[in-house]
Structure formats: C-alpha cells, structure tokens
C-alpha cells in the first residue's frame, strides 16, 4: 500500500469518527434526564442589566413594560383592583390576584413591585 493511500483512509476514519461523535453529542440533547441527559440550568444571569429589566412577566404569563401607557396596562391586566396615589405623586395600580402594584407617573408605567 502506497502513503497517499494510508494518509486517505487515515482521513476519512478521523473525519468519519468526528461525525460519529458529534452526532451522538447532538442525540443527547434530545433525550430525557430518564436516559442520562441533564439540562443545564442558569442561576444567575450576567452581563450590564442583569438585574435590571424593563419588563415583569406575572405568574399568569401576563407582560408588563416600562413605559406602556395606562391601555396597554388595562390590555394586558385588566382594571386594577384598586387604585391609590403616593406620596411622590405616582398614581399606584394594584392587582390582589397578580400580587403586583404598578406605578403610574405621567400616564406610563414608571415601576412595579411584587406585595
């Protein structure tokens, strides 16, 4: 056998091999934690603004954004269950059912906070 010959098999066998490989890799991404995958799970996020997002998902997948106006905020949650007016002036929207008070200042959602 000539060394062109050897140098091809040899090539063909690792490139087969790293298919074979990858492909397994890509399979375990499919099966469940019963057949030995885990998923990864991320605890803390990082990066500029991590802790700080414009937005609030409720626990009924409802979406809240700094910014939307008192009907984007009716469209999305309904009539607030109450409403009060704090002592900086921010008009203050509870919902007992969302568990959420959101902030109102100058029409758009300035805050909120879980009660």
């Known amino acids: 056998m000539s060394q062109r ?3 091809a098999v040899f090539c063909l066998l690792v490139s087969f091999l790293t298919l074979f490989l990858s492909s397994c890799i890509c399979l375990r991404d499919y099966t469940g934690a019963k057949e030995g995958a885990f998923g990864l799970e991320i605890t803390q996020q990082v990066g500029q603004g991590a802790k700080q997002k ?23 949650l309904g009539y607030p269950d109450k409403v009060d007016i704090n ?10 059912d969302q ?6 200042y100058e029409g758009k959602v300035k805050s909120w906070r879980k009660l």
Do not use: C, H, M, P
Request: aromatic share 14%; net charge negative.
């Open 87 to 96: 002592l900086e002036g921010d008009k203050v929207w509870r919902y007992e």
């Open 99 to 104: 568990q959420i008070e959101i902030l109102i």
């Open 54 to 76: 414009d937005y609030y998902v409720t626990d009924k997948n409802e979406v809240v954004v700094e910014g939307y106006n008192e009907k984007e905020i009716i469209a999305s």
């Open 5 to 7: 010959f050897l140098v």
